[in-house]
């Protein structure tokens, strides 16, 4: 069965701050994406990437960015944290064009 | 364009009463339709998916959905609501098929009243 693994559950930081969240698949997908999730909007791209040291910007890269020096981890990185990041991120895996897999999410929290 | 609408934010049930979770997509090709479910404080998991074969699908835990191309509708159905079943559930549209070309519906809250 397809792991999709995020490093914390919960995080809170600060203004300003540079935050990384880390998403690690143990399935050997080429496909991975980061979403996030936000009451009433449902789920919205944020960046994906097809393969290792690709990225493509989805429908909301303002403010982050994102690596895949390996395959099977594609980190998120937010430069300089502001309170209207303050949401849910989910990470997912996929293969060609299978369904995605998702991790269980990292709420953050910017204050 | 292509684009989900999930007809109710919120949707309760008794327990043992069917359920009826509506969406309605608007797409430029023949597209895949998928319904995943989100349990509190866990990631999405899929339930099932429409691919153009049969236009019955049949997911897990007794849910299915069907395609109709002249509504635009892939409607989620379960005959007999159980509580493990509150969630949140998911439209999902891939239109032409690709895992970048997801349209995400805003969701449906499904509650299940003992």
């Known amino acids: 069965d397809v792991k999709v693994t995020q490093s914390s559950r919960y995080l809170v930081k600060r203004t300003g701050e540079k935050v990384f969240l880390e998403c690690v698949q143990d399935?050997?997908?080429?496909?991975m994406f980061w979403y996030r999730q936000d009451p009433g909007l449902g789920l919205r791209l944020i960046y994906f990437s097809y393969d290792v040291k690709m990225k493509e910007k989805g429908d909301i890269p303002e403010g982050y960015s994102v690596s895949r020096e390996k395959k099977e981890r594609f980190s998120l990185i937010l430069e300089s944290a502001s309170t209207n990041q303050t949401s849910m991120y989910l990470c997912?895996?996929?293969?060609?064009?299978?369904?995605?897999?998702f991790g269980n999410g990292t709420r953050l929290t910017v204050t | 364009a292509q684009s989900v609408t999930q007809l109710d934010s919120h949707v309760s049930v008794s327990e043992g009463t069917p359920v009826l979770l509506r969406c309605n997509y608007s797409?430029?090709?023949?597209?895949?339709l998928f319904w995943y479910v989100q349990h509190p404080n866990k990631g999405l998991q899929l339930l099932l998916k429409y691919t153009s074969a049969a236009t019955l699908v049949k997911g897990i835990n007794g849910f299915e959905a069907e395609f109709k191309k002249s509504e635009t509708s892939f409607h989620l159905t379960k005959p007999s609501a159980h509580m493990s079943d509150a969630a949140e559930y998911f439209c999902?549209?891939?239109?032409?098929?690709?895992?970048?070309?997801?349209?995400f519906g805003t969701g449906t809250r499904l509650t299940v009243i003992p």
């Open positions: 797409s430029s090709y023949s597209p895949s």
């Open positions: 399935m050997d997908h080429e496909n």
């Open positions: 997912a895996s996929s293969i060609d064009h299978s369904p995605l897999h």
């Open positions: 999902v549209v891939s239109d032409p098929p690709g895992a970048n070309n997801l349209f």
